[in-house]
């Protein structure tokens, strides 16, 4: 049995098999999925698994080197944003690099998801509690 943190199987082969510049989304319960990107559908109820609980599993296991964020997030969702930014802000310690931080319109968001190699479906139920990341490599 693995023991990394990433125990879901489908999760873990997407994680390793990105590559440089490959994008993940981790989203809410409630962003739309594009039918040709695949779902990895975590949720179980609401809040269950929460956003953060699924981005600090997920970020424990991928190098990110930046990543987008709805700006809406800003004024809708604060507490999560700032959760959010603090958790990066760690990341950015564990790995040594400077992660960027690029915020667009939520219609905008939506737009680039259709290019990610995976979304990731918490069971958050709070507005905007959406992140694109994008792989980098650790050397």
């Given at each position: 049995?693995?023991?990394?943190?990433?125990?879901?199987?489908?999760?873990?082969?997407?994680?390793?098999?990105?590559?440089?510049?490959?994008?993940?989304?981790?989203?809410?319960a409630?962003?739309?999925?594009p039918?040709q990107?695949?779902?990895?559908?975590?949720?179980?109820s609401?809040?269950?698994?929460?956003?953060?609980?699924?981005?600090?599993?997920?970020?424990?296991?991928?190098?990110?080197?930046?990543?987008?964020?709805?700006?809406?997030?800003k004024?809708?969702?604060?507490?999560?944003?700032?959760?959010?930014?603090?958790?990066?802000?760690?990341?950015?310690?564990?790995?040594?690099?400077?992660?960027?931080?690029?915020?667009?319109?939520?219609?905008?968001?939506?737009?680039?998801?259709?290019?990610s190699?995976?979304?990731?479906?918490?069971?958050?139920?709070?507005?905007?509690?959406?992140?694109?990341?994008?792989?980098?490599?650790?050397?």
């Open positions: 049995m693995k023991k990394t943190t990433v125990l879901n199987a489908q999760l873990s082969q997407v994680i390793a098999t990105l590559g440089h510049t490959d994008s993940l989304t981790i989203c809410d409630g962003l739309p999925i039918t990107v695949e779902r990895i559908d975590l949720a179980l609401a809040g269950v698994p929460s956003f953060l609980q699924t981005f600090n599993a997920v970020v424990s296991e991928m190098f990110v080197e930046r990543v987008v964020i709805a700006q809406e997030i004024e809708k969702n604060p507490k999560i944003l700032t959760a959010l930014l603090n958790s990066l802000s760690q990341l950015e310690q564990q790995q040594g690099n400077h992660i960027d931080v690029e915020y667009v319109s939520h219609e905008t968001f939506k737009a680039y998801t259709h290019h190699k995976a979304i990731v479906r918490s069971g958050e139920c709070s507005p905007y509690a959406n992140v694109i990341l994008y792989s980098g490599v650790p050397f």
